[in-house]
């Protein structure tokens, strides 16, 4: 027997008969043994060791004499004359008449039976090790994703910002001239510039979705708001294929408690799906359905329709028909039902149509009549300051704050920001966060300080919108933490709060 062959799991089988004597020769005992084959008990207890022969024929002895099952360790000598730990075990033979016929079992090499289970812990701990650095580095290569996507969209949002900002000044300043010569051209920018602003918006949603990390600002809000809001994003869609949208709603104001700006994002997105895959010149309807505690909006085209057997995949990410497909990331319907489940609703596909079921909120809830407050004058003209580093950002924003009714006053940079702050004693601040020197957040901190500093509104501006992020400009002490390019509504709500 080689050294090989003495590292193997070596089991031998014996079977004795009714006066205790070897009924089968096995092979495995003379291989590990190297001795003939044992005809008698006495035979094999001889090939014990010394010190365990004692405890090993009493233990025997009891067994065969009960016909009970047998179970022991001891040490057997090998043929080289090491001594291994082996374990005997047997059970007794009865016949059908229930006479007693001997035993049967085996002897297991229990030393290079235990190396085995080692081994195999062994192997399972540096499995599990494995498992666990992979997914370290799973979340590492997350993480690193989502910084970069991050980065990505802060990049990108600081150029779009001077420009939405600057087509609003132009138009302002057209609509104060009452020169439409310009109209047509300034309100395709606007509409290019809200796409691009768009896209990266849904840059960013591609981890929200994949790490769960989509952010609501709850509050009761009109659904015919959020409707209108809806189509005003999806009109270059709707513009470019010449389609008629028909809005089917009840008179009553129907009010959902949820994020206006999400829940606009998801109908646009419904409405964006309809006007790509409906006909050129084609119909869009909407219809808005009362069935209380809920609420059923109805978004559908006289396109072609889904094929029977797309719509259980049509809100899957990046869900794509080649036969219909148009471009795009693919996240659109994924991202909608995402947002309506959020909100405690949910959507189903049909042939050529989706229907979103929202709770309904009661007409005794807070917030009645909050689209008053947004269409009441205000109460007289805000006092703004805008602390940027970068005077493009600045300018503009001060130019459209100026457009709006505010008077303005603009610091480049976060020391100017602070000095500026008690000089100015604005109402309102809007601040860079990733500013040279003295951040956006030690500038807030400095204002807070400050005489006054406690009743100034702080408005973080920035091209960073994680939630980490706002969650660090809320701990900095700001009010508000807005991603540029800042939409007019919200610069709007700011003045006349």
Known sequence: MDDRRADQL??????????????????????????????????????????????????????????????????????????????????????????????IGSLVDMETSRRAEETLRESDRRMRLAQDAAHAGACEADRRNDEFIAAL?????????????????????????????????????????????????????????????????????????????????????????????????????????????????????????????????????????????????????????????????VFELFAQFKSQREGGLGIGLALARKLVELHGGAIEAKSAEFVVRLPLLADDDDGAGLGASAASAPRGPKKALVVDDDHDVADTLALLLESLGATVRVAYGGEAGTREALRFDPDVVFLDLGMPGQDGFETARRIRNAENGRRKTLIALSGWGQEEDRKRSKEAGFDAHLTKPASIESLRAFLLE
């Open 10 to 103: 070596w089991v031998a089988n014996w079977a004795v008969d009714a006066d205790g004597r070897a009924s089968c020769a096995d092979p495995f005992w003379r291989q590990f043994t190297g001795q003939g084959a044992a005809q008698t008990q006495d035979a094999w207890i001889d090939a014990a060791h010394p010190d365990d022969r004692a405890r090993i024929s009493a233990a025997w002895k009891t067994a065969f004499r009960r016909r009970e099952p047998y179970r022991l360790e001891f040490r057997l000598r090998r043929f080289d004359g090491v001594y291994r730990r082996v374990l005997a075990a047997g059970a007794p033979r009865v016949h059908e008449d229930g006479s007693f016929q001997g035993y």
């Open 153 to 313: 969209a802060h990049e990108l949002r600081n150029p779009l910002a001077p420009i939405h900002n600057g087509v609003h000044v132009l138009k302002a300043a057209a609509r104060r001239r009452d020169d439409n010569a310009d109209a047509p051209v300034l309100d395709m920018m606007e509409r290019q510039v809200r796409q691009l602003v768009r896209l990266v918006d849904d840059l960013l949603e591609i981890a929200r979705i994949a790490s769960g990390k989509i952010e609501l600002r709850k509050e009761p809000a009109a659904l015919s708001t959020v409707l209108r809001s809806a189509l005003a994003i999806s009109r270059p869609f709707i513009e470019r294929a010449r389609h008629r949208v028909v809005l089917s709603a009840p008179h009553e104001l129907l009010r959902v408690y949820g994020d206006p700006v999400r829940l606009s994002q998801a109908f646009s997105n419904l409405v964006s799906n309809a006007a790509k895959y409906a006909p050129p010149g084609g119909r869009i309807e909407i219809h808005v359905e009362s069935r209380a505690p809920d609420v059923l909006v109805t978004v559908r085209d006289n396109g072609c329709g889904l094929r029977p057997e797309t719509p259980s995949d």
